[in-house]
């Protein structure tokens, strides 16, 4: 029964249901690019295609989030202007993605050229969002381990520490993951082969989870 409620409590929230179908998509990719079956792939891109359906409505969220974060003032002006430009390239990714799903859905119909250059910045703004995730990351990662290392840690900081660890270590598989879906040339754009991309993705879907269920130990009971 315990396990049933604590599935029902994951499901509940988007953010955490979000976490299950990445898991599940990316899972499926992986087992279909490995095993070349052709139906499994087909699964796994339904599945990413209802996920990206779902993330039509994530404005709101996203939108509350940066107006409390508002011009970062609280974090000093270079980490402030991570966290604004962070959330800037959150937003702009969720507009250019509203647009690459009415051109895949076929309500938009434009040019070759125009198809590309939105789906292009689709990615750009996708790696550019993990990629100053990973640079804050790193510095909730310094602070924690300073914590651990100071003469009298409180009770939580090995928590903490590991916290920090999981949500960097799965921001630097975003990153490899965001970029390898742009254009050959950037950077290391194109380089990765599908069971390569599903096998970081995976990963970092797991990681994902991980930090959830650590994450609560670290809430107040």
């Known amino acids: 029964m315990e396990v049933v409620d604590e599935i029902c409590d994951l499901l509940q929230s988007h953010s ?49 989030l940066a107006l409390a974060y508002g011009l970062g003032k609280q974090d000093g002006s270079f980490w402030g202007s991570l966290g604004v430009a962070n959330n800037a390239f959150t937003l702009t990714y969720l507009q250019c993605e509203k647009i690459v799903w ?12 125009f198809d590309f250059k939105v789906k292009t910045a689709h990615k750009l703004f996708w790696s550019l969002s993990a990629f100053v995730g990973l640079i804050r990351s790193i510095r909730g990662l310094q602070a924690s381990s300073q914590l651990l290392k100071s003469s009298e840690p409180p009770k939580c900081a090995p928590a903490r520490f590991t916290q920090a660890s999981l949500a960097t270590t799965k921001l630097v598989l975003d990153v490899v993951h965001a970029v390898s879906w742009l254009p050959a040339g950037w950077l290391w754009g194109g380089k990765l082969s599908a069971q390569q991309a599903s096998i970081v993705a995976t990963t970092s879907a797991v990681l994902s989870l991980m930090a959830h269920y650590h994450g609560k130990r670290l809430q107040p009971r």
């Open 16 to 64: 955490n249901r979000d976490k299950i179908v990445s898991l599940t998509s990316y899972v499926l990719k992986l087992w279909g690019s490995t095993a070349k079956r052709k139906d499994i792939l087909t699964a796994s891109a339904r599945i990413a295609a209802a996920r990206a359906t779902l993330r039509l409505f994530d404005d709101a969220a996203a939108l509350k």
């Open 102 to 113: 009415l051109i895949d859905t076929g309500v938009l119909v434009v040019s070759p050229d």
